[in-house]
Protein backbone atom coordinates (compact mmCIF):
# COMPACT_ATOMS: atom_id res chain seq x y z
CA UNK A 1 0.00 0.00 0.00
CA UNK A 2 1.30 3.29 -1.38
CA UNK A 3 1.04 6.73 -0.02
CA UNK A 4 0.73 9.10 -2.78
CA UNK A 5 1.19 12.68 -2.38
CA UNK A 6 -0.79 15.81 -4.20
CA UNK A 7 -0.27 19.22 -3.81
CA UNK A 8 -2.99 20.91 -1.34
CA UNK A 9 -2.15 24.47 -1.60
CA UNK A 10 0.25 27.10 0.56
CA UNK A 11 0.61 27.56 4.51
CA UNK A 12 0.31 30.77 5.55
CA UNK A 13 4.20 31.51 4.99
CA UNK A 14 4.15 30.09 2.23
CA UNK A 15 5.42 26.87 3.00
CA UNK A 16 4.20 24.11 0.45
CA UNK A 17 1.47 22.14 2.15
CA UNK A 18 0.73 18.25 0.97
CA UNK A 19 -2.09 16.22 0.55
CA UNK A 20 -1.01 12.65 1.31
CA UNK A 21 -3.55 9.94 0.23
CA UNK A 22 -3.34 6.16 1.66
CA UNK A 23 -5.50 3.39 -0.24
CA UNK A 24 -6.17 0.24 0.85
CA UNK A 25 -7.39 -3.27 -1.55
CA UNK A 26 -11.21 -2.61 -0.91
CA UNK A 27 -10.89 0.97 -2.28
CA UNK A 28 -11.05 2.57 1.11
CA UNK A 29 -9.08 6.02 0.39
CA UNK A 30 -7.70 8.09 3.46
CA UNK A 31 -6.08 11.97 2.79
CA UNK A 32 -4.22 14.03 5.59
CA UNK A 33 -2.50 17.25 4.84
CA UNK A 34 -0.07 19.43 6.78
CA UNK A 35 -2.19 21.96 8.06
CA UNK A 36 -3.31 20.75 11.60
CA UNK A 37 -2.30 17.63 10.99
CA UNK A 38 -5.67 17.80 9.73
CA UNK A 39 -7.76 14.05 8.30
CA UNK A 40 -9.02 15.88 5.09
CA UNK A 41 -10.82 12.92 3.55
CA UNK A 42 -12.35 9.70 4.31
CA UNK A 43 -13.80 7.50 0.79
CA UNK A 44 -15.86 4.75 1.98
CA UNK A 45 -17.95 2.08 -0.01
CA UNK A 46 -21.47 1.63 0.72
CA UNK A 47 -23.67 -1.19 0.74
CA UNK A 48 -23.65 -1.07 -3.39
CA UNK A 49 -19.95 -0.55 -2.98
CA UNK A 50 -19.91 3.32 -4.43
CA UNK A 51 -17.53 5.43 -2.99
CA UNK A 52 -18.38 8.61 -0.86
CA UNK A 53 -16.22 11.20 1.32
CA UNK A 54 -17.45 11.01 4.90
CA UNK A 55 -15.84 13.82 6.81
CA UNK A 56 -16.52 17.38 6.64
CA UNK A 57 -13.43 19.87 5.46
CA UNK A 58 -11.96 21.57 2.61
CA UNK A 59 -10.37 20.85 -0.64
CA UNK A 60 -7.78 23.75 -0.29
CA UNK A 61 -4.91 24.36 2.66
CA UNK A 62 -5.82 28.08 2.73
CA UNK A 63 -9.30 27.16 4.32
CA UNK A 64 -7.97 25.13 7.16
CA UNK A 65 -6.16 27.83 8.65
CA UNK A 66 -9.45 29.82 8.93
CA UNK A 67 -11.59 26.51 9.92
CA UNK A 68 -13.68 28.07 12.96
CA UNK A 69 -15.38 24.69 13.33
CA UNK A 70 -11.96 22.96 13.48
CA UNK A 71 -12.88 20.57 10.83
CA UNK A 72 -10.58 17.57 10.79
CA UNK A 73 -7.72 19.49 12.76
CA UNK A 74 -5.77 17.37 15.28
CA UNK A 75 -6.14 19.93 18.50
CA UNK A 76 -3.58 20.67 21.03
CA UNK A 77 -2.00 20.65 23.79
CA UNK A 78 -5.49 20.42 25.39
CA UNK A 79 -8.62 19.71 23.40
CA UNK A 80 -11.79 21.01 24.81
CA UNK A 81 -12.62 23.58 27.53
CA UNK A 82 -10.69 24.61 30.73
CA UNK A 83 -12.96 26.85 33.17
CA UNK A 84 -12.01 30.51 33.80
CA UNK A 85 -9.30 30.13 31.37
CA UNK A 86 -6.90 28.90 34.44
CA UNK A 87 -5.22 26.31 35.64
CA UNK A 88 -3.20 26.12 39.06
CA UNK A 89 -0.03 22.89 38.53
CA UNK A 90 2.82 22.72 40.88
CA UNK A 91 1.70 25.94 42.79
CA UNK A 92 1.78 28.04 39.85
CA UNK A 93 -1.53 29.53 37.99
CA UNK A 94 -1.22 29.84 34.22
CA UNK A 95 -3.52 32.69 32.20
CA UNK A 96 -5.25 31.20 28.54
CA UNK A 97 -7.21 32.50 26.01
CA UNK A 98 -10.49 33.47 27.47
CA UNK A 99 -11.67 32.45 23.89
CA UNK A 100 -15.24 30.81 24.75
CA UNK A 101 -16.76 33.27 26.96
CA UNK A 102 -15.02 33.20 30.37
CA UNK A 103 -13.45 30.03 29.56
CA UNK A 104 -10.79 28.33 27.38
CA UNK A 105 -11.71 26.19 24.11
CA UNK A 106 -9.08 23.99 22.31
CA UNK A 107 -6.05 25.78 24.05
CA UNK A 108 -6.01 28.64 21.03
CA UNK A 109 -8.44 30.22 18.19
CA UNK A 110 -5.49 31.44 16.53
CA UNK A 111 -2.11 29.59 18.03
CA UNK A 112 -3.40 25.94 18.92
CA UNK A 113 -1.90 22.87 17.35
CA UNK A 114 -5.11 23.00 14.34
CA UNK A 115 -3.59 25.79 12.54
CA UNK A 116 0.03 24.77 12.89
CA UNK A 117 2.27 23.21 10.01
CA UNK A 118 3.46 20.00 10.45
CA UNK A 119 5.85 18.23 9.05
CA UNK A 120 5.52 14.96 7.42
CA UNK A 121 6.94 11.69 7.10
CA UNK A 122 6.07 8.77 5.41
CA UNK A 123 5.19 4.92 5.77
CA UNK A 124 4.24 2.05 4.04
CA UNK A 125 0.76 2.68 4.90
CA UNK A 126 1.22 5.76 7.19
CA UNK A 127 2.22 9.13 7.60
CA UNK A 128 3.26 10.59 10.56
CA UNK A 129 3.13 13.94 11.64
CA UNK A 130 5.07 15.93 13.74
CA UNK A 131 5.35 19.40 15.80
CA UNK A 132 7.85 21.12 18.16
CA UNK A 133 6.23 23.83 20.71
CA UNK A 134 7.88 26.69 22.36
CA UNK A 135 7.89 26.59 26.36
CA UNK A 136 5.36 28.82 27.42
CA UNK A 137 3.32 29.04 24.51
CA UNK A 138 -0.45 30.07 24.93
CA UNK A 139 0.56 29.77 28.53
CA UNK A 140 1.14 25.94 28.96
CA UNK A 141 4.08 25.46 30.86
CA UNK A 142 7.30 23.12 29.00
CA UNK A 143 8.54 22.39 25.34
CA UNK A 144 6.50 19.84 23.67
CA UNK A 145 6.72 17.55 20.98
CA UNK A 146 3.82 15.64 19.37
CA UNK A 147 3.31 13.47 16.85
CA UNK A 148 0.48 11.54 15.42
CA UNK A 149 0.59 8.80 12.75
CA UNK A 150 -2.32 8.23 10.89
CA UNK A 151 -2.80 4.41 9.47
CA UNK A 152 -4.56 2.54 7.18
CA UNK A 153 -5.38 -1.16 6.69
CA UNK A 154 -6.97 -3.85 4.33
CA UNK A 155 -9.61 -4.50 7.50
CA UNK A 156 -10.69 -0.94 6.75
CA UNK A 157 -9.31 0.47 9.99
CA UNK A 158 -8.10 4.42 10.46
CA UNK A 159 -5.91 4.05 13.35
CA UNK A 160 -4.77 7.47 14.96
CA UNK A 161 -1.95 7.03 17.33
CA UNK A 162 -1.07 10.21 19.23
CA UNK A 163 2.29 10.46 21.27
CA UNK A 164 3.25 13.48 22.83
CA UNK A 165 6.17 14.94 25.46
CA UNK A 166 7.00 17.82 27.57
CA UNK A 167 10.32 19.03 29.40
CA UNK A 168 8.06 20.01 32.13
CA UNK A 169 4.97 18.83 33.58
CA UNK A 170 2.26 20.35 31.70
CA UNK A 171 -1.32 19.86 29.98
CA UNK A 172 -1.33 16.59 26.84
CA UNK A 173 -4.91 15.71 25.99
CA UNK A 174 -4.97 15.87 21.74
CA UNK A 175 -7.80 14.78 20.02
CA UNK A 176 -8.69 15.18 16.29
CA UNK A 177 -11.89 17.09 15.41
CA UNK A 178 -13.46 15.16 12.13
CA UNK A 179 -17.17 15.78 11.92
CA UNK A 180 -18.31 12.50 10.19
CA UNK A 181 -21.35 11.93 7.98
CA UNK A 182 -21.61 8.54 6.51
CA UNK A 183 -24.50 9.58 3.72
CA UNK A 184 -21.75 11.75 2.73
CA UNK A 185 -19.99 14.94 3.71
CA UNK A 186 -22.31 17.20 1.82
CA UNK A 187 -25.71 15.04 2.67
CA UNK A 188 -27.67 16.98 5.05
CA UNK A 189 -28.17 16.06 8.97
CA UNK A 190 -27.15 13.53 10.88
CA UNK A 191 -29.79 13.21 12.99
CA UNK A 192 -31.44 10.14 11.29
CA UNK A 193 -28.14 8.42 12.18
CA UNK A 194 -28.21 5.58 15.13
CA UNK A 195 -25.79 5.83 17.31
CA UNK A 196 -24.91 3.47 19.97
CA UNK A 197 -22.59 4.45 23.04
CA UNK A 198 -20.50 2.08 25.26
CA UNK A 199 -20.79 5.23 28.34
CA UNK A 200 -23.15 4.60 30.75
CA UNK A 201 -22.28 8.33 32.68
CA UNK A 202 -21.72 11.56 31.41
CA UNK A 203 -19.91 14.46 33.17
CA UNK A 204 -23.30 16.95 33.31
CA UNK A 205 -22.42 20.59 32.91
CA UNK A 206 -23.03 24.28 33.37
CA UNK A 207 -24.56 27.05 30.83
CA UNK A 208 -20.59 27.37 29.70
CA UNK A 209 -20.03 23.60 28.68
CA UNK A 210 -17.91 23.32 32.04
CA UNK A 211 -18.37 20.27 33.87
CA UNK A 212 -19.93 20.56 37.30
CA UNK A 213 -17.35 17.83 38.33
CA UNK A 214 -20.38 14.73 38.92
CA UNK A 215 -20.31 12.11 36.77
CA UNK A 216 -24.22 11.13 36.31
CA UNK A 217 -25.80 7.89 35.20
CA UNK A 218 -26.80 8.62 31.45
CA UNK A 219 -30.11 5.90 32.18
CA UNK A 220 -33.70 7.42 31.96
CA UNK A 221 -32.63 10.47 30.20
CA UNK A 222 -32.01 11.36 26.58
CA UNK A 223 -28.06 11.06 27.40
CA UNK A 224 -28.38 7.30 27.19
CA UNK A 225 -27.12 5.85 24.05
CA UNK A 226 -26.49 2.03 25.67
CA UNK A 227 -29.28 1.08 23.55
CA UNK A 228 -29.04 2.07 19.85
CA UNK A 229 -31.18 4.99 18.57
CA UNK A 230 -31.51 7.78 16.00
CA UNK A 231 -29.38 10.82 17.23
CA UNK A 232 -32.70 12.98 16.44
CA UNK A 233 -34.78 11.08 18.58
CA UNK A 234 -34.68 13.25 21.72
CA UNK A 235 -31.81 15.65 20.75
CA UNK A 236 -34.12 18.91 21.51
CA UNK A 237 -35.92 17.19 23.99
CA UNK A 238 -37.32 19.54 27.02
CA UNK A 239 -33.84 18.52 29.31
CA UNK A 240 -31.26 20.87 30.92
CA UNK A 241 -28.25 19.61 29.40
CA UNK A 242 -29.65 19.73 25.86
CA UNK A 243 -30.44 23.44 26.30
CA UNK A 244 -27.31 24.54 27.70
CA UNK A 245 -25.84 23.25 24.28
CA UNK A 246 -28.19 23.20 21.90
CA UNK A 247 -28.14 19.60 22.22
CA UNK A 248 -25.95 17.22 22.23
CA UNK A 249 -22.68 18.33 22.90
CA UNK A 250 -20.93 16.49 26.18
CA UNK A 251 -18.45 14.50 27.46
CA UNK A 252 -19.22 10.82 27.68
CA UNK A 253 -17.51 8.34 30.97
CA UNK A 254 -16.19 5.60 28.45
CA UNK A 255 -17.41 1.81 30.52
CA UNK A 256 -14.62 -0.04 32.35
CA UNK A 257 -11.71 2.09 30.89
CA UNK A 258 -8.36 0.87 31.75
CA UNK A 259 -6.38 1.86 28.96
CA UNK A 260 -6.37 -0.69 27.32
CA UNK A 261 -8.34 -0.26 23.21
CA UNK A 262 -11.95 -0.68 24.18
CA UNK A 263 -14.86 -0.35 21.69
CA UNK A 264 -16.82 2.37 22.95
CA UNK A 265 -19.27 3.75 19.52
CA UNK A 266 -21.09 2.33 16.76
CA UNK A 267 -22.57 4.67 13.86
CA UNK A 268 -24.89 3.29 11.53
CA UNK A 269 -25.94 5.55 8.08
CA UNK A 270 -30.15 4.13 7.10
CA UNK A 271 -29.64 4.93 3.60
CA UNK A 272 -26.23 4.51 2.88
CA UNK A 273 -25.99 1.56 4.86
CA UNK A 274 -22.53 2.61 5.87
CA UNK A 275 -21.44 1.62 9.61
CA UNK A 276 -18.34 3.01 11.74
CA UNK A 277 -17.05 1.41 14.67
CA UNK A 278 -15.06 3.83 17.53
CA UNK A 279 -11.97 2.61 19.54
CA UNK A 280 -9.86 4.24 21.99
CA UNK A 281 -7.41 4.25 24.78
CA UNK A 282 -9.06 7.43 26.32
CA UNK A 283 -11.79 7.61 29.21
CA UNK A 284 -13.61 10.14 27.38
CA UNK A 285 -15.16 10.99 24.20
CA UNK A 286 -17.27 14.23 23.32
CA UNK A 287 -19.81 13.31 20.90
CA UNK A 288 -20.82 16.16 19.70
CA UNK A 289 -23.89 16.64 17.07
CA UNK A 290 -22.62 19.30 15.31
CA UNK A 291 -25.39 22.30 16.72
CA UNK A 292 -23.30 24.99 15.68
CA UNK A 293 -22.39 24.62 12.26
CA UNK A 294 -22.84 28.08 10.36
CA UNK A 295 -23.68 27.64 6.88
CA UNK A 296 -20.74 27.73 4.67
CA UNK A 297 -18.97 26.01 1.52
CA UNK A 298 -16.58 23.20 2.08
CA UNK A 299 -15.43 20.13 -0.33
CA UNK A 300 -16.62 19.95 -3.81
CA UNK A 301 -18.79 23.25 -3.21
CA UNK A 302 -21.08 21.14 -0.36
CA UNK A 303 -23.20 23.44 1.66
CA UNK A 304 -22.59 22.54 5.40
CA UNK A 305 -25.18 23.49 8.05
CA UNK A 306 -26.15 23.07 11.19
CA UNK A 307 -25.64 19.34 12.39
CA UNK A 308 -24.83 18.61 9.17
CA UNK A 309 -22.07 15.96 10.73
CA UNK A 310 -20.64 14.65 14.19
CA UNK A 311 -17.68 14.12 16.11
CA UNK A 312 -16.95 11.32 18.84
CA UNK A 313 -13.47 13.30 19.89
CA UNK A 314 -11.57 11.15 22.02
CA UNK A 315 -9.62 12.60 25.17
CA UNK A 316 -9.59 12.92 28.47
CA UNK A 317 -12.62 15.05 30.12
CA UNK A 318 -12.96 18.58 29.71
CA UNK A 319 -11.67 20.99 32.72
CA UNK A 320 -10.03 17.81 34.01
CA UNK A 321 -6.90 19.99 35.34
CA UNK A 322 -9.24 21.77 37.65
CA UNK A 323 -11.25 18.62 38.79
CA UNK A 324 -8.94 16.23 40.71
CA UNK A 325 -11.44 13.77 40.34
CA UNK A 326 -11.22 13.20 36.80
CA UNK A 327 -8.57 11.28 35.13
CA UNK A 328 -5.66 13.29 35.24
CA UNK A 329 -4.51 15.07 32.13
CA UNK A 330 -0.53 16.11 32.97
CA UNK A 331 2.05 14.71 31.89
CA UNK A 332 5.54 15.56 31.19
CA UNK A 333 8.95 14.79 32.47
CA UNK A 334 9.73 10.50 31.96
CA UNK A 335 5.74 10.55 31.78
CA UNK A 336 4.92 10.96 28.30
CA UNK A 337 0.86 11.35 26.45
CA UNK A 338 0.21 8.22 24.57
CA UNK A 339 -2.98 7.45 22.67
CA UNK A 340 -4.55 5.46 20.26
CA UNK A 341 -8.28 6.57 18.61
CA UNK A 342 -9.47 3.51 15.98
CA UNK A 343 -12.13 4.26 13.12
CA UNK A 344 -13.26 1.12 11.66
CA UNK A 345 -15.77 1.09 8.67
CA UNK A 346 -17.85 -1.20 7.00
CA UNK A 347 -21.52 -1.56 4.76
CA UNK A 348 -24.82 -4.06 5.85
Known amino acids: MAVTISSFGKFSDG?????????????????????????VRVEVPDRQGRREDVVLGFDRAEDYLVNGCFFGAVIGPNANRIGKASFCLDGVTYSLAANDGANNLHSDRNLGWHKCFWEADLGEDSVTFRLTDDPGNMGFPGAKKAEITYSLNDDNELRLHYHASSDKRTILNLTNHSYFNLEGHGSGSIEGHELWLGASRYTPADEGS????????AAGTPMDFTEAKKIGERIDADFEQLRFAGGYDHNWVIDGWDGALRHFATVKAPVSGRIMEAYTTL?????YAGNFIEQETGKEEAVYRRRGGLCLE???FPD???????????????????SVTVYRFSAE
Open 15 to 39: RQVNLYTMENKNGMRVSVANTGAAL
Open 210 to 217: IPTGEIAE
Open 283 to 287: PGVQF
Open 314 to 316: TQY
Open 320 to 338: SVNKPAFPSCIFGGEEEYD
